[in-house]
């Protein structure tokens, strides 16, 4: 168990921000685009005003929080237990919905297409540290693949090629309803799913504190299949949200309890996921910026907010501004994945994302396997017990004795952490290696994982009837 290891806010700033946040949802509220939710927060207590804006009383957002899970697993897609949420773990995950790639092998950026998210999943699944796959590009619809078949290729694309748990950024309703029977044929039935779940959709409301249809659809599908559900805000300090770190961790803190509160009235007890994915906007040029300080203590202030409640949350931790895998891309990386270590976050994904999330690198993911398994290290600490204090051990050797042919030696120098990629190896050794660079290595090993990791396959009539939910949502569309 990790756990948090840093604390940024005392408990009296956490019920300020709690206050705050109630008083967001019931004046001004937030604006409810269908009838279905617009029905469901009604029927709760809500008033719904002009607009369709409506105002969530106190009452109903206490009731939510005690409704919640405080915690639950995630799978993979054999159905076993992979990643338990809520007790103190803290989880990495690659990739989240980049516009563009950047091929390790030519460094160039280009438009996503299939094979690259196939291609990211079994990276990912090959690395120890990473923990779940994200949804790692946006692939541009084609002539062969339309727009309301895009998500379903994706995730096939990545359900193939790797076991690991999955993170979905879906479209709308119709084509998360494909995802989750496609889902339900890998695991053996829509209730085998629910119970074992290995595909969590998140979802991102407006900011400041609109809920689009697309949104609130999939936030009803989710509950109504029982599955868990990320919602989590994504402000822009200074533009959609405040520009002072306080009011943007209080309008994303209200946005993402607003959700929860629709997913509870839905179906008590939906597996729920907190947090926030924040940016601050670049004054000089208005453009997004992913890294440095801000988002940093926003995802720890939503973690901190998350433990208030007796939620788990997600947070971002291993992306950045730069635009190649180069020296910006693991100094923002590494920075934001300690923090989220320290923070104590449950889901941490966005590794691999450059470029403010525009694209993604899987130079950097492979680069941060690396750095995850030092952070982790860290905040496991030691032991302390005898055999660790090596008392006997140390009489026995004396004063200027040396340690190397000890059986104390013998029997731990196997727990020191020892690095793939950084070079530990003397100036000689090292240049007789070829004097790489750290990204020449990472390169390297990006491009043999690639050619030779291969996810285990599933069976064909899992395939098949992945393809039938395909198919079937094509043949409505040339209906429609």
């Known amino acids: 168990m990790d756990g948090p290891r840093f604390r940024l806010l005392e408990d009296a700033q956490l019920q300020r921000l709690h206050q705050t946040t109630l008083a967001l949802l019931e004046d001004p509220g937030v604006q409810i685009t269908t009838e279905e939710a617009t029905a469901l927060l009604v029927g709760g207590g809500c008033t719904l005003g002009a607009a369709d804006v409506v105002s969530i009383p106190p009452r109903l957002v206490e009731e939510a929080l005690a409704s919640a899970p405080r915690s639950f697993s995630l799978h993979d897609r054999a159905g076993a237990e992979r990643l338990r949420l809520g007790v103190g773990n803290t989880y990495f995950g690659s990739g989240v919905t980049a516009l563009r790639y950047v091929d390790p092998a030519t460094r160039e950026a280009r438009d996503f297409t299939f094979d690259d998210v196939a291609d990211v999943s079994r990276l990912t699944d090959a690395l120890s540290n990473m923990d779940f796959v994200t949804t790692p590009g946006v692939v541009r619809p084609s002539k062969e693949v339309p727009l309301p078949l895009v998500n379903q290729h994706e995730f096939l694309a990545m359900v193939t090629n790797t076991s690991k748990p999955l993170v979905v950024l879906i479209a709308d309703g119709a084509a998360l ?20 779940p290995f595909v969590v959709p998140y979802l991102n409301p407006v900011s400041p504190l609109v809920f689009n249809p697309e949104t609130l659809d999939k936030l009803l599908i989710a509950a109504e299949w029982g599955m868990p559900v990320v919602c989590q805000s994504a402000p822009q300090a200074g533009a959609t949200s405040p520009v002072t770190m306080a009011g943007t961790a209080a309008l994303a803190n209200a946005e993402s309890l607003a959700a929860l509160v629709i997913s509870q009235l839905k179906r008590e007890g939906t597996p729920f996921i907190t947090g926030s994915v924040p940016m601050a906007v670049d004054m000089r040029s208005g453009n997004a910026a992913g890294g440095g300080p801000l988002g940093v203590l926003l995802v720890i202030a939503a973690g901190e907010l998350a433990r208030f409640y007796g939620l788990p949350v997600l947070g971002i931790g291993g992306g950045g501004d730069a635009k190649l895998a180069d020296e ?22 966005d590794v691999g994302s450059i470029e403010a999330g525009l694209a993604h690198s899987p130079e950097v993911v492979a680069m941060l396997d690396e750095v995850v398994e030092m952070c982790r290290s860290v905040v496991r600490g030691f032991d302390t017990d005898d055999e660790s204090l090596a008392l006997e051990t140390m009489r026995q050797v004396g004063v200027g004795g040396q340690f190397l042919s000890t059986p104390h030696t013998l029997r731990h120098f196997r727990e020191l952490w020892q690095p793939v990629l950084y070079s530990w190896d003397d100036r000689r050794k090292w240049s007789d290696a070829g004097s790489t660079t750290m990204g020449e290595r990472t390169r390297a090993r990006v491009a043999h994982i690639l050619a030779e990791h291969r996810a285990e396959a599933l069976p064909t009539d899992v395939l098949d009837a992945m393809t039938a939910v395909i198919d079937a949502r094509r043949r409505s569309i040339s209906a429609g």
């Open 177 to 196: 309803s494909d995802v989750f029977e496609m889902a339900a044929a890998v695991a053996g039935g829509r209730e085998e799913l629910r119970r074992r």
């Open 328 to 349: 910006q891309a693991a100094s923002e990386a590494t920075f934001y994945a300690f923090g989220a270590v320290l923070a104590g976050l449950d889901l941490v994904f």
